[in-house]
């Protein structure tokens, strides 16, 4: 499986053998193109290019329209420090934001990987349909977050959606409205989020195949029940794979947008208002980019530092083979 | 091994020619595209303005051979936001739906060319068009935009639940006697109301009209508090009362958009509407969303019909800065108000033909529901009305597209009372209109 590879720690991969295969040559530019070095430069220039173009340029322009009144279909004008003191001191939906961004991140995060988690460890007995199965779970997550996927979960948490329907199947009749809630709305884009569990479970699945059964063996030689068996060894050695997702996916948890635009827009009162939502309305319906860019630098600095400080945390319970 | 890496070299390589071949060939393409006849449309409407634009497109392609419309349409909302992307990345379509809230924006930033030269040289003619109409895509002296039709704010409600409660609509009513008819209503048949929860400030600034006052000044409100109480009272009443919709409704649907309006959308009269404070160009879209509801039209709540309502020159063409052939954009605009093909393809849904001709031509074949506008603008808007207030400064989308939403959803979630709500608003709207 490929994506063996994306959790094998360095170091077990013996080196390339030197490149010892000689080219006939051709021709001068032939020779010229198949220097060492010229190849790689040569090779590389697209993603340089791109990079550049696509990145670099961009990434400059944006963090200049942060010192910018900017309107987009005007030219910014410079207003130095205006747009941080302005978040900082007079915006109360800035606060607002950050903390549902926050909130549903640092909540469906664990959740979600909690379930991708157990999921995996069902999947992992061979079995002849254990391959649909998996198939079957990754699908969410390529649909999650999908603009069809969010009109139909705003449809099945309607007031008569399918979500009421089905608790009056238990005996539970009701006209709740789930989106129509202050406390329940950010809910149903944390288990909309949880849902999308498919991704984290195959890095998990992956991983977990790497664990070497002779552990288990002399474990149950030991005496240890399954129980003690997952606590001691499987959860343990699993922890760089733990490690990878919870970073990838409350990056992905903070930059959400889809779910909160098309499903509740904010509402009700702003609860489930996303970072990346306010900034993209600031942006683009109320025309203030240079306040949009703004956000989005901070922001930007908020995941450096979040990511930052999981990584101080590592050595404190991440496994390191090499340790 | 040997060929293989050979061949993968020779393949990068020829990836990055590749790719740089197309994106040459991509500007290039852009480039070339007035020249070869290539006019992109936009504008904002619903599934019935789409498909008549359409018509009216395809009728264009065919008067003049090689010249291909692109046409490309939003919602409101998303129109607006595309739109200024497209600027700030160069690629503005050529002609451009404009609304009365956005000319001067736009106007200001120089993104719109003026079109004195081609109503000059008869490109656009204007012959038989009121004097007025023209005027009002006038900004510093020169023409910006050309109207496309007028219409005026309409209180559109379901004749059925009136006649189901016992009550006839009356030549115009006041908010306090807006809100008896809602309460009684109610009571009577379950319908709820809708006054205009979540959507930009037209009615507010209606309302204040009747009292002889301005809401937006350049740089501040033209009103206090006081002034403005009565308007969030209606919400107060309605939702303590019990006959305003909840503000959960909206959670789901798309607030603004005529296809889930509450007055069409939905089968509980719980989460239903008896009326839609729209513009008399929504009608025959609502009408059509909904054939079981028999829609007419009155005037919105004021405390003095004849200094609140207005005629609103509808919507606008206008010819975007980075057009390359404006008078190719030009002819198309001319099509649009003056060929007879195209008229009778939009008929009234941008609002009446601005040009009398136009109008003449479409008389008999429209619809029940297009002729309920006509006469409601001849009869009830026309003779009872009063200049439209200037354009909005840029800054008011603060105030339209939060400010005055999020205010009206506290006070629907019982956070605030009406007196808090207009201390708010006033405080919040001078604030950003103050930016």
Redesign the interface.
């Known amino acids: 499986m490929a994506i063996q590879a994306t959790v094998t720690q360095s170091g077990g991969m013996p080196n390339p053998p030197q490149s010892g295969v000689k080219f006939r040559s051709h021709g001068r530019l032939i020779r010229f193109l198949q220097k060492e070095k010229v190849a790689g430069v040569v090779c590389s220039a697209p993603f340089i290019f791109g990079f550049l173009m696509f990145l670099v340029v961009p990434l400059a322009l944006s963090l200049y329209y942060t010192f910018t009144d900017y309107n987009i279909i005007g030219e910014p004008r410079f207003i130095g420090l205006d747009n941080y003191i302005r978040m900082f001191t007079k915006d109360p939906l800035f606060w607002q934001s950050l903390g549902v961004t926050f909130f549903f991140a640092l909540i469906s995060t664990p959740l979600r990987l909690i379930f991708a988690l157990l999921v995996a460890l069902l999947l992992l007995r061979n079995s002849k349909i254990s391959g649909f199965y998996r198939a079957a779970f990754y699908l969410p997550s390529i649909l999650g977050g999908s603009v069809a996927v969010a009109i139909l979960w705003k449809q099945m948490f309607a007031a008569d959606g399918v979500v009421n329907k089905a608790l009056g199947l238990f005996g539970i009749h009701t006209q709740f409205a789930w989106l129509g809630n202050e406390s329940s709305a950010i809910w149903t884009l944390i288990i909309l989020a949880v849902w999308q569990f498919g991704s984290s479970m195959l890095i998990f699945l992956a991983s977990l195949k790497q664990i070497p059964s002779e552990l288990y063996e002399a474990a149950s030689v030991d005496g240890a029940n399954k129980w003690s068996q997952f606590w001691k060894i499987t959860l343990p050695l699993l922890t760089p794979t733990i490690f990878f997702n919870l970073v990838m996916q409350s990056i992905n948890g903070f930059l959400a947008f889809t779910q909160c635009y098309i499903i509740t827009q904010g509402k009700p009162r702003n609860t489930t208002l996303f970072f990346m939502v306010y900034m993209y309305d600031e942006s683009f319906t109320r025309y203030h980019a240079g306040y949009g860019a703004a956000l989005a630098w901070v922001m930007l600095l908020l995941i450096g530092i979040y990511t930052g400080v999981l990584f101080l945390t590592k050595r404190f319970w991440v496994y390191d083979e090499e340790a | ?2 060929n293989t ?2 061949l993968l ?1 020779i393949a ?2 020829g ?2 020619l590749i ?1 740089m071949a197309a994106c040459g060939g991509g500007s290039k393409g852009g480039d070339s595209s007035a020249d070869s006849g290539e006019l992109s449309v936009a504008w904002w409407g619903n599934q019935d303005r789409n498909a008549r634009q359409a018509k009216v497109n395809k009728a264009f392609e065919e008067a003049n051979k090689g010249v291909k419309v692109k046409g490309s349409f939003f919602e409101w ?1 998303d129109y ?2 595309k739109l ?2 497209q ?2 990345g160069k690629q503005m379509p050529d002609v451009v739906a404009m609304d009365y809230s956005y000319l001067q ?2 106007v ?4 719109l060319q003026a079109l004195d030269d081609y109503i000059s040289d008869g490109t656009i003619k204007t012959k038989g068009i009121d004097k007025n109409v023209l005027n009002s895509g006038k900004m510093n002296g020169k023409t910006y935009a050309l109207s496309l039709g007028s219409s005026s704010p309409a209180l559109i409600y379901n004749k059925k639940v009136l006649d189901q409660a016992g009550l006839t609509m009356p030549k115009s009513m006041t908010l306090d006697e807006f809100e008896k008819m809602s309460k009684t209503i109610y009571e009577k048949t379950g319908y709820k109301t809708n006054f205009r929860y979540y959507e930009a400030s037209e009615l507010l600034e209606y309302v204040l009209r009747g009292e002889g006052k301005t809401l937006f000044k350049s740089k501040k409100l033209g009103v206090d508090a006081a002034d403005l109480k009565p308007y969030f009272k209606v919400y107060q009443d309605g939702i303590d009362q019990g006959w305003h919709l ?7 649907i798309q607030t603004g958009s005529v296809e889930q309006d509450p007055l069409v959308y939905g089968n ?1 009269p719980g ?1 239903r509407s008896w009326v839609s404070m729209k513009f008399t160009s929504q009608l025959t879209a609502l009408q059509k969303v909904n054939k079981d509801a028999d829609l007419e039209l009155a005037p919105w709540p004021s405390s003095n019909l004849k200094k609140a309502n207005y005629v609103k020159p509808g919507m606008f063409f206008s010819i975007s800065k980075s057009c390359k052939n404006p008078k190719l954009a030009a002819k198309y605009i001319d099509f649009y108000t003056n060929n007879e093909k195209a008229v009778k393809a939009m008929l009234t849904d941008r609002g009446l033909p601005i040009a009398s001709e136009s109008l003449k031509a479409i008389t008999p074949m429209l619809s029940p529901e297009e002729k309920k506008v006509i006469t409601f603008m001849n009869d009830v808007v026309i003779p009872q009305s009063s200049a439209i207030n200037p354009p909005s400064p ?1 800054s008011a ?2 105030v339209n ?2 400010t005055l939403p ?1 205010i009206e ?2 006070l629907l ?1 019982r ?1 605030i009372n009406a007196e808090g709500a207009a201390k708010q608003f006033e405080d919040e709207a001078n ?1 950003s209109l103050s930016r």
């Open positions: 091994m040997k890496r050979k070299a990068t390589i990836a990055t790719s909302n607006w936001k200024s992307t600027v700030a924006q736009y200001e930033n120089g993104q909840g503000p959960d409704v909206f959670t789901e509980d989460r840029a989308a603060t597209t939060q999020q959803e506290a979630y956070k604030s």
